[in-house]
């Protein structure tokens, strides 16, 4: 059972349903989807090193959506991540919308999504550069998550932040005291006003909003499995294969771990409803869910030099390019990629 089968099962009656209020980024994915390794977006060529036998495979989408796409994306990523990695304890701090919000987060989903990351980064920054221990940039990595792990509507940033920061004007490199970084309240009050501020500079007038926000700040270890975490759903949609477990033509069941439990529990929707869920949680085409800030970020490679040299961090080996190879039907030898055919169809 795949996410793929179900889409080109359920599609018409999705359509009928849903196609009226679908953006066109959601159009993108949903075609993207449907037609991915089928055809529509091209043909590899390839040729086998040792007998000379030659075939040809269908060229996968490239959507970040689907979630057949984007693996080797998936492993670069968190490759550039491990080659940033410090000696320090790291933390996950979570900044969530309330629910109050989700209908004009809807309606003006690339300007609310950008505004969450730049206010979510803002609040850590001025924090830091309040703190009486730290006084200085932080460094730390922000990924967009729009769902829960049933799927629902829920848009939250997650930032895994190594725990120190650099003095730019003491040339001083300040590590956290202890377990705590900040306190999550205050991170919900400074956040909240923040948010609410661009909102309005932005033109958009958000309704009633709780006083009360939240945010959470908790010690992730070494950062290992929280980036892992991330990883897993940036560029792979937001379930897997795997974890849909039927589809009896009306209904299809998928599983999620519970976050509060972590027991693996069940949830049934009629098909046009699942592909209602996967879509809600397409971006805008262009967006960048994944940002990296401070000492992380990409210009800031010679400061995160210095501090692996200061911290004697051993760097691990550039990650190599893996080439491309399917093992021949008749020999099993590698083959390789020769020929590339056009798409007949651009992914969004």
């Not at 359920?10 to 066109?24: K, P, T, V």
């Not at 290992?224 to 294969?241: C, D, F, M, P, Q």
Request: net charge positive; with cysteine.
């Amino acid at each position: 059972m795949t996410l793929q089968t179900i889409v080109q099962r359920y599609r018409h009656r999705f359509i009928e349903q849903f196609g009226h209020a679908l953006s066109r980024d959601q159009w993108s994915a949903l075609n993207a989807i449907e037609g991915c390794r089928q055809g529509p977006y091209g043909e590899m060529a390839w040729t086998c090193q040792r007998c000379s036998h030659n075939t040809h495979t269908p060229r996968s989408c490239g959507h970040r959506a689907c979630n057949l796409c984007q693996d080797q994306s998936t492993q670069a990523w968190l490759q550039r991540q491990e080659q940033k990695r410090l000696p320090v304890n790291y933390y996950m701090v979570t900044f969530t919308l309330p629910k109050e919000l989700r209908g004009v987060v809807r309606q003006y989903r690339s300007t609310c999504y950008d505004l969450l990351m730049r206010c979510a980064a803002q609040t850590l920054k001025t924090f830091a550069k309040n703190d009486s221990t730290l006084g200085g940039e932080l460094g730390f990595c922000a990924v967009l998550h729009t769902h829960t792990r049933r799927l629902d509507y829920h848009p939250h940033v997650h930032i895994v932040v190594p725990g120190g920061a650099v003095n730019k004007a003491r040339r001083q490199w300040c590590k956290v005291r202890g377990q705590y970084l900040f306190n999550g309240r205050a991170l919900a009050k400074a956040f909240r006003g923040a948010f609410l501020k661009a909102l309005f500079q932005a033109g958009i007038t958000p309704g009633r909003t709780p006083k009360k926000w939240v945010a959470q700040c908790k010690r992730v270890g070494k950062g290992t499995e929280a980036l892992r975490y991330l990883a897993r759903y940036l560029y792979r949609g937001v379930i897997s294969n795997t974890n849909i477990l039927s589809d009896d033509g009306c209904n299809v069941t998928f599983r999620y771990r519970d976050a509060n439990t972590h027991q693996w529990k069940t949830r049934t929707v009629t098909g046009e409803q699942f592909i209602a869920l996967i879509l809600q949680h397409c971006l805008p085409k262009g967006f960048r869910r994944a940002r990296d800030y401070g000492y992380l970020h990409g210009n800031a490679k010679a400061v995160m030099h210095i501090l692996q040299w200061v911290l004697k961090v051993q760097r691990p080996a550039p990650p190599t390019k893996k080439t491309a190879s399917l093992p021949c039907p008749h020999c099993r030898s590698p083959m390789r990629v020769t020929g590339i055919y056009p798409r007949k169809a651009q992914p969004g």
